[in-house]
Nanobody
Framework: QVQLVESGGELVQAGGSLRLSCAASGRTSSSYNMGWFRQAPGKEREFVAGISRSGGSTAYANSAKGRFTISRDNAKNTVFLQMNSMKPEDTAVYYC?????????????????WGQGTQVTVSS
């Protein structure tokens, strides 16, 4: 089992940058593919980015491509989401999640463990 704690969410202006962190405890996070999801008020949760166990493979939602970068430091059991050129539509609660599957998945229902989320607000 693994526990996930997100941090780094805050209020930022449009065009600004933010880096989210997800610290894992318990079973080492390198046993899991990791994903970032987000949920805006009144909307369904959506996939943002995912990264393989080794960090060698990544995947992004179209909305994140070219602006967001997912990375991980397995020595520190931490996953990051660097967000640049942020837009008001990026406003959401951001969650990290862990999955033991073979491949990175964009489906939230395959992820076994979830953090509590961190609020990101982008002002226009």
């Amino acid at each position: 089992q693994v526990q996930l704690v997100e941090s780094g969410g805050e209020l930022v202006q449009a065009g600004g940058s933010l880096r989210l962190s997800c610290a894992a405890s318990g079973r080492t996070s390198s046993s899991y593919n990791m994903g970032w999801f987000r949920q805006a008020p009144g909307k369904e949760r959506e996939f943002v980015a995912g990264i393989s166990r080794s960090g060698g493979s990544t995947a992004y939602a179209n909305s994140a491509k070219g602006r967001f970068t997912i990375s991980r430091d397995n020595a520190k059991n931490t996953v990051f989401l660097q967000m640049n050129s942020m837009k008001p539509e990026d406003t959401a609660v951001y969650y990290c999640a862990a999955d033991r599957g073979l491949l990175i998945s964009g489906r939230g229902d395959v992820y076994e463990y979830w953090g509590q989320g961190t609020q990101v607000t982008v002002s226009s």
